[in-house]
């Protein structure tokens, strides 16, 4: 059977409609991926997985690898990431404030994709904020297009947003590893649609534009990435997949006060 198939708001992503992750049949995992690929992220009501079938759904789609900012759940289950955000936190919540590109700063070899799986939702909070980097670079203006048409970033496990990760182990207890950067084409093609990939918390150089246009073009798609006709805002439920390809999706999770949330997360190449 076919998989019915809603977009989301503004065409950010496409809702995944009467599906069970644990009973796929190979048909069915190919069109997921092909949407996948087409919407930039897709999302899968209410599937309320245990870790093994959560996991071995991740398996269908790519491998699943170990992510070095986070503990896994268990050693039964080392690519399945915890993130849980209690009451009493203060600090910013992890992946929060700044749209972002996971792990950007690694090299061409770095996990494409990044699937969560809603297990405690508190009510009215813990949105997830997404962006399209097709819809973003279809709307640019021709001039800024030949522009950054060469253009290559410069990414940095340092930039803005380390400060979520680097609070967050700080209470974990993790000790913080050297900074990493890397360097990748602004502009990219999936399935022969170009996306913008900016990663604005991770982006601190754009190279390769003319010296006097780096610093305005740098503000200037950071800016765009961030307007509101690109923006989807998923409202979670207990059970709820999500799962994103990084090179065409932007996401940040929103701020989440007095009270919990608990995520779990599995990167896959």
């Given at each position: 059977?076919?998989?019915?198939?809603?977009?989301?708001?503004?065409?950010?992503g496409a809702?995944?409609?009467?599906?069970?992750?644990?009973?796929?049949?190979?048909?069915?995992?190919?069109?997921l991926?092909?949407?996948?690929?087409?919407f930039?992220?897709?999302?899968?009501?209410?599937?309320?997985l245990?870790?093994?079938?959560?996991?071995?759904?991740?398996?269908?789609?790519?491998?699943?690898?170990?992510y070095?900012?986070?503990?896994?759940?268990?050693?039964?289950?080392?690519?399945?990431?915890?993130?849980?955000?209690?009451?009493?936190?203060?600090?910013?919540?992890?992946?929060?404030?700044?749209?972002?590109?996971?792990?950007?700063?690694?090299?061409?070899?770095?996990?494409?994709?990044?699937?969560?799986?809603?297990?405690?939702?508190?009510i009215?909070?813990?949105?997830?904020?997404?962006?399209?980097?097709?819809?973003?670079?279809?709307?640019?203006?021709?001039?800024?297009?030949?522009?950054?048409?060469d253009?290559?970033?410069?990414?940095?496990?340092?930039?803005?947003?380390?400060?979520?990760?680097?609070?967050?182990?700080k209470?974990?207890?993790?000790?913080?590893?050297?900074?990493?950067?890397?360097?990748?084409?602004?502009?990219?093609?999936v399935?022969?649609?170009?996306t913008?990939?900016?990663s604005?918390?991770?982006?601190?150089?754009i190279?390769?534009?003319?010296?006097?246009?780096?610093?305005?073009?740098?503000d200037?798609?950071?800016?765009?990435?961030?307007?509101?006709?690109?923006?989807?805002?998923?409202?979670?439920?207990?059970?709820?997949?999500?799962l994103?390809?990084?090179?065409?999706?932007?996401?940040?999770?929103?701020e989440?006060?007095?009270?919990?949330r608990?995520?779990h997360?599995?990167?896959?190449k």
């Amino acid at each position: 059977m076919s998989l019915s198939i809603t977009p989301g708001t503004n065409n950010v992503g496409a809702y995944i409609n009467s599906v069970d992750l644990k009973n796929l049949d190979q048909n069915q995992t190919i069109e997921l991926k092909k949407t996948l690929n087409e919407f930039g992220v897709i999302f899968i009501k209410k599937q309320n997985l245990d870790p093994e079938s959560y996991q071995n759904f991740a398996k269908n789609i790519g491998q699943p690898v170990v992510y070095p900012r986070l503990k896994g759940l268990d050693e039964k289950f080392p690519f399945i990431n915890v993130i849980e955000r209690k009451p009493s936190d203060k600090n910013l919540s992890f992946g929060s404030s700044w749209l972002h590109q996971d792990t950007s700063y690694l090299g061409d070899d770095r996990p494409r994709y990044t699937m969560l799986m809603g297990i405690e939702i508190p009510i009215g909070q813990g949105n997830t904020i997404f962006s399209s980097g097709f819809n973003a670079y279809e709307k640019l203006p021709e001039e800024i297009k030949n522009k950054i048409k060469d253009a290559t970033g410069v990414f940095s496990s340092a930039g803005p947003i380390a400060i979520t990760r680097l609070e967050r182990e700080k209470e974990m207890g993790i000790k913080s590893s050297e900074s990493m950067e890397a360097e990748h084409p602004i502009v990219k093609t999936v399935d022969g649609k170009k996306t913008l990939y900016v990663s604005p918390g991770h982006l601190i150089k754009i190279k390769n534009v003319n010296d006097e246009d780096a610093t305005y073009l740098k503000d200037y798609l950071i800016d765009h990435v961030n307007k509101e006709e690109f923006i989807f805002s998923y409202e979670w439920s207990k059970g709820d997949v999500c799962l994103w390809d990084n090179l065409s999706i932007l996401h940040m999770a929103s701020e989440i006060k007095n009270c919990k949330r608990v995520m779990h997360r599995i990167t896959i190449k």
